[in-house]
């Protein structure tokens, strides 16, 4: 019997959704998994590329959208917890193993993530000075869940229904449950690659402010302090660690520019990515 299931919408993922898969599924016991990926309007050979590793069940659909593939991968999927994982996410068998002891305890969490790191070695000055100062934010402190994964177990995933025609599904969900419900694990995390430069990082956070702002008041439980105030408390701790204060200034550009661009009175919100890592795996 599967420990946990996992639903991976991708869309033209190809090669790069297969190393991840290899390296998951390469520390699991045959069957610990019920892995479903949800290749939607691909133009590529995202499904294929999937359904050469073992242990990987594949579903196709015609639209390209991330919710359509989360809907149609909650429709497939048969066990709890319940792990929603995007395709460019690094992550562990042995994190994933972790995820799904801690949702299984019934005085645990309702939802659940490792921590989130990201990798910038790739990225220009610009871009590793913005994650310095990041890292020094509230957002790494908050019982985050989301940007690229979050798990859920059968009672956490009754507080709603489908997924809605949101842009922000992980913050959708995020947003379902209280700091208390929520956890973070220690010890264990998950990567993501850092945009190749400022300009990129820019057009892809603005895609996400745009979808935060978009998210219905209704679909949201939780609250957050307000903006002057966490802004104040990262202020105190970047004035604390005189190492960040070069960093400061590209932190501010990068975040105020996506502020700016994500925006209702700007362009809609196209969905951006750095496609640079995809290409590399094709080389």
Same mark, same amino acid.
């Given at each position: ?24 599924l ?6 610990e ?5 949800? $290749?939607?309007?691909?133009? %590529?050979?995202? #499904?294929?590329?999937?359904?050469? +590793?073992?242990?990987?069940?594949? =579903? /196709? !659909? ?6 359509? $593939?989360?809907?149609?991968? %909650?429709?497939? #999927?048969?066990?709890?917890?319940? +792990?929603?994982?995007?395709?460019? =996410? /690094? !992550? ?9 002891k801690?949702?299984?305890?019934? #005085? ?13 070695s ?131 550009y ?30």
């Amino acid at each position: 019997m599967s420990v946990l299931s996992v639903v991976i919408p991708a869309h033209d993922e190809g090669p790069l959704l297969r190393r991840h898969l290899e390296r998951v599924l390469r520390g699991a016991a045959p069957g610990e998994f019920e892995v479903i990926v949800v $290749a939607n309007g691909c133009t %590529d050979d995202t #499904a294929s590329q999937a359904a050469s +590793v073992p242990g990987v069940r594949v =579903v /196709e !659909i015609q639209e390209a959208s991330k919710i359509a $593939a989360l809907n149609a991968g %909650d429709a497939a #999927a048969t066990g709890f917890p319940r +792990v929603y994982l995007d395709a460019d =996410v /690094e !992550i562990s068998a042995r994190a994933l193993r972790a995820v799904a002891k801690a949702l299984s305890d019934a #005085a645990g969490p309702l939802v659940a993530a490792p921590t989130f790191n990201v990798d910038s070695s790739r990225s220009t000055f610009a871009v590793r000075a913005f994650y310095r100062v990041w890292e020094l934010s509230d957002y790494r402190s908050s019982g985050h869940v989301g940007s690229g994964i979050y798990a859920v177990n059968e009672s956490g995933r009754a507080r709603w229904q489908a997924f809605p025609e949101v842009i922000a599904d992980d913050r959708f969900v995020q947003q379902q449950f209280q700091p208390e419900e929520r956890l973070s694990l220690d010890g264990h995390s998950f990567t993501i690659a850092a945009s190749a430069d400022m300009a990129t990082h820019i057009r892809r956070g603005a895609r996400i402010a745009r979808g935060n702002r978009e998210l219905p008041l209704q679909l949201q439980r939780a609250a957050h302090d307000p903006a002057v105030r966490r802004y104040s408390r990262l202020l105190r701790r970047v004035a604390a660690s005189p190492g960040r204060w070069i960093d400061l200034p590209f932190y501010v550009y990068g975040y105020g520019m996506t502020t700016l661009r994500g925006r209702p009175a700007s362009a809609p919100a196209a969905w951006s990515r750095d496609d640079s890592i995809r290409q590399a795996e094709r080389v």
